[in-house]
């Protein structure tokens, strides 16, 4: 059973510039998530895909998008690269429950290591 | 999401029991209580949810008093390989899309 992966392992970057992230969710999951983990930091919530669409956006400007893929895979760019924006990106997939509302329990990957100098 | 109170640090030697608690005055009638589990340059993994009262798995153990302001969180027997973050969160089962991290409580174990 194919956990969720995530492509590159790790990314350098300069400012200004513009990265895409990768994300496959675990089998059998259709959502997916986006979190920023900056170092000595907890995830923050980037944003959510379901159905290939954005549902549910965190605090971070529209410098961030994504964009789900019908086999459910998503990915993740971020334009307009700040020194800021070094960190660690996490992407973690989940499964509607049949309620329109994702199940509890999210399954990380083991995420992209961002730098941007 | 109910905001979420825990040790920064905690340090155990190996082999004895960790309880790590975590404060949520505000908490709400339908919020779960969730811990996740961090190491370094991975994914948090999921260990244990519960609502009330005690959970326990094949990991870990969840006491979740009748008040549910506060929850702990306990490792019987650690070993080196359980030195991680651990994370408490707060919420509707139904809103895990937005999983409010804090700063988790960083388990040292040592021989």
């Known amino acids: 059973d194919a956990g969720v992966t995530q492509s590159p392992t790790h990314l350098i970057k300069t400012r200004g510039q513009q990265v895409t992230l990768r994300c496959s969710p675990k089998?059998?999951?259709?959502?997916v998530s986006w979190y920023q983990q900056a170092l000595g930091q907890g995830p923050q919530f980037i944003f959510q895909?379901?159905?290939?669409?954005?549902?549910q956006r965190g605090n971070f400007p529209d410098r961030f998008s994504g964009h789900q893929f019908p086999n459910y895979s998503s990915e993740l760019n971020v334009n307009a690269l700040l020194l800021g924006d070094s960190a660690l990106y996490l992407c973690?997939?989940?499964?509607?429950?049949?309620?329109?509302?994702?199940?509890?329990?999210?399954?990380f990957g083991p995420g992209t290591r961002l730098t941007v100098l | 999401l109910a905001k979420t109170t825990q040790p920064i640090s905690m340090d155990s030697y190996e082999g004895q029991e960790v309880n790590i608690t975590c404060s949520h005055n505000?908490?709400?009638?339908?919020?779960?209580i969730t811990w996740y589990q961090q190491f370094p340059s991975q994914g948090p993994r999921f260990i244990i949810q519960?609502?009330?009262t005690k959970v326990t798995n094949e990991v870990a153990s969840l006491f979740i008093p009748a008040d549910r302001k506060s929850s702990t969180l306990s490792l019987p027997r650690v070993s080196l390989s359980d030195t991680a973050v651990y994370y408490c969160?707060?919420?509707?089962?139904?809103?895990?899309?937005?999983?409010?991290f804090g700063t988790g409580t960083r388990l040292q174990v040592t021989l």
């Open positions: 519960g609502y009330k």
């Open positions: 505000n908490i709400a009638t339908n919020d779960y």
């Open positions: 089998s059998g999951h259709d959502t």
């Open positions: 895909y379901y159905e290939e669409e954005e549902r």
């Open positions: 969160l707060v919420g509707l089962t139904g809103t895990a899309s937005k999983l409010t």
């Open positions: 973690a997939s989940s499964l509607f429950d049949g309620k329109r509302q994702p199940q509890d329990t999210q399954y």
